[in-house]
């Protein structure tokens, strides 16, 4: 498995999750950064991945709602592609 380690450290909005995401895992160039954007990307593309978004808790302060919407598309791929994708969240 090819694992990714997404460091949420100083990410404080929406964007710059998206922009972390990008730089740290392989996008399509047209990738929406959005929720919807990156299930696409985690159920089409992640076979092996395990993505490790590590210091959770600083944008889990600053972005509550986003968060628990990313955890639980991130869940939900995880269930679509078992065995494939693992996405765990480190405080």
Same mark, same amino acid.
């Given at each position: 498995? /090819?694992?990714?380690?997404?460091d @949420?450290?100083?990410?404080? /909005?929406?964007?710059e @999750? !998206?922009?972390?995401i990008a730089? /740290?895992i392989?996008?399509?160039?047209?990738?929406?950064a959005n929720l919807?954007?990156? !299930?696409? %990307?985690l /159920?089409?593309?992640?076979e092996g991945?395990v993505i490790?978004?590590?210091? =959770?808790? %600083?944008?889990?302060? &600053?972005?509550s709602?986003?968060?628990r919407n @990313?955890?639980?598309?991130? &869940? &939900? &791929? =995880?269930?679509?592609n078992?065995g494939l @994708?693992?996405?765990?969240?480190?405080?």
């Amino acid at each position: 498995m /090819t694992e990714f380690v997404i460091d @949420l450290k100083d990410v404080y /909005t929406p964007d710059e @999750l !998206h922009e972390r995401i990008a730089q /740290t895992i392989p996008v399509p160039e047209y990738y929406g950064a959005n929720l919807d954007a990156l !299930h696409d %990307v985690l /159920t089409e593309q992640s076979e092996g991945w395990v993505i490790v978004f590590s210091s =959770a808790s %600083v944008p889990e302060t &600053a972005m509550s709602k986003y968060m628990r919407n @990313l955890r639980r598309m991130c &869940a &939900a &791929a =995880a269930v679509e592609n078992e065995g494939l @994708l693992r996405v765990v969240f480190e405080e």
